[in-house]
């Protein structure tokens, strides 16, 4: 058995939202998948507020639900919207952050966006600057892809990420992150009791 089998794998990912949950700073899913190597273990799900700032918490609560997290993967540090997770505070509760970039990041655009809409713009800005200056281009068995890491692991970056890619580019824990959040949160029923009870009630194991 090689090391990557006794590794813990966690993907975090957001779901859906209407555009109207920006102004009415309502919540949406978010979703935390577990991994042993390549099997699925657990389900966490939770929920974060659209444009909030709670993401870095959430997110932080879920890999803590989980207990010993070796490399928690990411899709950019934004969810919800502008909602920013910072990596570096991940760390407190594992010991890797691995940010996927799908798309290349327009800068500009982004900050002209968040000075319009945000009175802590800069240091919203500044968490998503900096992660991305960690980046790099790194090959993996399906494509060259985009990547910043934060904290260290024993494998090869390339490597540990070419293992996980079962039927796409993107690694699995995050992929089905992603598939549950985008599911659950397409329910409108769904979330309109998630913005009722709380985050304290919706919040589970599957």
């Known amino acids: 058995m090689s090391t990557l089998e006794y590794l ?29 190597g390549r099997e ?21 609560s879920i890999l803590r639900s989980f207990g010993r997290v070796d490399v928690v993967f990411l899709d950019g540090v934004t969810v919800a919207g502008f909602n920013v997770v910072n990596p570096e505070t991940l760390l407190e509760a594992c010991a890797a952050v691995v940010i996927v970039y799908k798309f290349q ?13 945000f009175v802590d713009w800069q240091v919203r800005f500044n968490v998503i600057r900096r992660t991305y200056e960690r980046s790099q281009i790194i090959a993996t068995r399906w494509k060259p892809m985009r990547v910043a890491l934060l904290g260290s692991i024993a494998e090869d970056l390339g490597r540990l990420i070419s293992y996980l890619q079962l039927v796409s580019s993107i690694p699995e824990p995050l992929r089905v992150a992603d598939l549950v959040a985008s599911a659950i949160s397409r329910n409108e029923r769904l979330l309109k009791i998630l913005n009722k009870v709380g985050t304290a009630q919706f919040t589970g194991h599957t």
């Open 40 to 60: 699925l273990v657990d389900l966490k799900l939770s929920s974060v507020t659209v444009d909030g700032d709670d993401g870095t918490e959430r997110v932080l």
């Open 105 to 117: 990041p327009k800068l500009e655009k982004v900050e002209i966006a968040l000075r319009k809409h």
């Open 8 to 36: 813990r794998l966690v993907g975090v990912d957001d779901g859906f939202f209407p555009q109207y949950y920006k102004e009415l700073r309502l919540r949406t899913v978010l979703a935390g998948a577990l991994y042993r």
